[in-house]
């Protein structure tokens, strides 16, 4: 379809650039009606609730919720981490024991 064919709106009759109602779809300011031939101007209420749709699209999901990818650490990376960690708890408690009382 044309970028440049007309798109009625049906709530302040007029014409308007086909580019321009799809902006306005995307914006939640308006619906079509007959996709690619009429739109209509959403009132506040549905405003709102198409942009809490939109954005409940756009939310990503959390790693856990992907179907079929298992997440399994290599034995030595794992064993690295653990030490690292082992070092990182000694390196505080010395710190805290060397620390001059005030």
């Known amino acids: 379809m044309a970028s ?3 798109v009625f709106n049906t709530s302040r009759n007029y014409y308007l650039k086909r580019n321009q109602a799809a902006k306005a779809v995307e ?3 308006a619906a079509w009606i007959e996709y690619g031939v009429t739109i209509r101007d959403l009132n506040l ?3 709102i609730e198409a942009r809490n749709h939109r954005a409940a699209i756009r939310t990503p999901l959390p790693l ?3 179907h079929g990818i298992i997440y399994r650490p290599a034995t030595g ?3 690295a981490a653990r030490t690292e960690r082992q070092r990182a ?3 505080n408690v010395f710190a ?3 620390r001059p009382a005030l």
């Open 64 to 66: 856990a919720e992907i």
């Open 89 to 91: 708890r000694e390196a």
């Open 96 to 98: 805290e024991l060397a």
């Open 4 to 6: 440049k064919a007309c």
């Open 45 to 47: 209420a549905e405003a």
């Open 77 to 79: 990376t794992e064993a």
């Open 27 to 29: 914006n939640c300011a």
